[in-house]
């Protein structure tokens, strides 16, 4: 049975949450690298401020930083990173519960009069977004007017255990799978390249320094270097590629192992045990980066 779950097809909430957390992320590092350009233009006018546009050159760095600094307080008084995070905690806490429902697993378990079983799922939807107040005026609206449980969820309810164990090992199980795969290379190939760029830019710091003992009459762009070379420390450090990367590789192979265990399922209580391993396996990771995120 060929059965496609898309994210239109899960609640409104989960859509909303969704959406907002990418808008914050956006925002949080659109402002991150804003930041780090305009200290290194200041830097820049800085430098050549010497000559006849002395006044000129050093009024337009003022500016800059100025804005740079207008900008390290947005990022702190309006903390987009904090929207982000709890978005992707409601989005991630959403979609498992969505997941559950669907396979009939805990707390869903079957039952004769499926209405208690939506009701049960939407008092925990409502639990989850009580939970989560920071984000109420930034979730958009129009995803959530719809029913929280779509039709292609409550079709997936009713089908058998074979049907349902298929549909989560190509919808669920496959999509995260490939989904962390690809965030892993990202990442991988992300870090590879910044830390080529700062040990060029270091390399280059060190020929120069070496350069001015020679002549030290030479004015050079050393100071500008050191902070295109701090800049992309800082944007590593934003980023997280290498830490995304190696832990966006072990879920991969968790996952793997998961997704060889539903050849042994043969009864409603043991696919519900299994969807409760996977969905844990799932969000162990987001759960672990949320976690060292409010260290």
């Known amino acids: 049975m060929e059965i496609t779950i898309e994210d239109k097809d899960l609640p409104g909430l989960y859509q909303s949450a969704n959406s907002s957390s990418i808008l914050e992320q956006n925002k949080y590092f659109y402002g991150i690298g804003a930041y780090l350009v305009l200290l290194i233009l200041a830097a820049l006018f800085t430098f050549f401020s010497d000559g006849q546009c002395n006044a000129i050159y050093k009024i337009v760095s003022t500016i800059l930083f100025l804005t740079a600094l207008f900008i390290m307080i947005w990022l702190r008084t309006n903390k987009p990173d904090n929207i982000w995070y709890n978005g992707r905690a409601v989005a991630e806490s959403v ?72 549909v989560y090992r190509k919808e669920r199980i496959a999509n995260e799978a490939l989904w962390y795969s690809k965030k892993s290379r990202f990442n991988k190939k992300r870090a590879t390249f910044w830390f080529w760029v700062t040990v060029g830019l270091h390399g280059l710091a060190i020929i120069l320094l070496l350069y001015n003992i020679k002549e030290p009459t030479f004015k050079l762009p050393i100071s500008i270097i050191a902070v295109c070379a701090s800049s992309v420390l800082t944007w590593l450090q934003a980023k997280k590629h290498n830490e995304l990367s190696s832990s966006y590789t072990l879920t991969v192979h968790e996952i793997m192992l998961i997704r060889a265990e539903t050849n042994r399922i043969e009864s409603e209580e043991e696919f519900s045990s299994y969807i409760m391993n996977c969905e844990n396996a799932f969000s162990k990771e987001h759960t672990q980066w949320f976690a060292r995120k409010n260290e």
């Open 95 to 166: 979609k498992t519960r969505a997941w559950r429902w669907m396979m009939r697993a805990e707390p869903y378990i079957d039952c004769e009069d499926v209405e208690i079983m939506r009701k049960h799922f939407v008092t925990d939807l409502k639990i989850i977004l009580e939970q989560n107040k920071s984000l109420i005026g930034k979730l958009g609206t129009n995803a959530s007017l719809d029913d929280p449980i779509s039709k292609k969820m409550s079709f997936v309810r009713t089908l058998t255990l074979k049907d349902r164990i298929e």
